[in-house]
C-alpha cells in the first residue's frame, strides 16, 4: 500500500489546481477523478420527523481529505447505531470535489532517465478534498430529545477525525 503524503501539503485554501491554457482544447483536468472512499452520505432512517438537529461546524477554512470524512463517518454512524438502533439521522454535508495532485521526483541512482523534474510538473492525482470555509456545516444528526447526549458524542468522536477544530451547535 502507498503511504498517504502529509496533509500540511495540501491542507491551506489555494488556488485549485486546473490545467489554464491559451488553446482551449488543453484546458482540462488530466487524469481523471480519484477513487473516493466515502461509501455513504445519509445514514439511519430518512424519511421520519425528528425533534432535535444537532450540527458539527468548523471553525477554520482549510481543505478536508476524504479519508478523514470516511473517518468520521463511520465512528459517529457505528456509535449511533450501537446505542440508538435506527432511530437517527446522519448527513455528510460536504463533498469531497477538489482533486490532489502530486509530482513525485525520484532520487537516488537512475533518478535521471526516471523523472522530469519540475518541467511538466502538473502531477498525477493521488486522491479529493473538501473545500471548508468557516462556520460551514460538516455533518448534522437529527434525534429525538432523548438521544441528545449520544448525538453530541457521536459529534464529538467525529470532531477528532476531521484536522480542524470543530463546534457542535443545536439547531
Known amino acids: 500500500m502507498a503511504k498517504l503524503r502529509k496533509f500540511a501539503a495540501y491542507q491551506s485554501l489555494e488556488r485549485p489546481y486546473t490545467r489554464i491554457s491559451k488553446y482551449s482544447k488543453k484546458n482540462y483536468v488530466r487524469g481523471g477523478f480519484p477513487n473516493m472512499k466515502i461509501i455513504k452520505f445519509d445514514m439511519g432512517t430518512l424519511n421520519k420527523e425528528f425533534e432535535t438537529t444537532l450540527k458539527l461546524t468548523s471553525l477554520d477554512s482549510l481543505n478536508i481529505r476524504h479519508n478523514a470524512i470516511e473517518a468520521a463517518r463511520t465512528t459517529s ?20 470535489f477538489h482533486v490532489l495532485r502530486e509530482n513525485p521526483l525520484a532520487s537516488g541512482a537512475g533518478a535521471d532517465r526516471m523523472s522530469t523534474g519540475m518541467k511538466k510538473a502538473y502531477g498525477k492525482s493521488i486522491g479529493s478534498a473538501a473545500r471548508i470555509k ?5 455533518m448534522e444528526v437529527k ?3 432523548i438521544n441528545i447526549k449520544v448525538a453530541k458524542s457521536a459529534l464529538e468522536r467525529a470532531s477528532k477525525k476531521f484536522p480542524c477544530t470543530c463546534k457542535i451547535v443545536a439547531a
Open 77 to 96: 454512524n457505528r456509535l449511533l447505531e450501537k446505542s440508538i438502533g435506527k432511530e437517527y439521522y446522519l448527513k455528510i454535508k460536504i463533498y469531497p
Open 134 to 138: 468557516a462556520g460551514q456545516t460538516l
Open 143 to 145: 434525534v429525538n430529545k
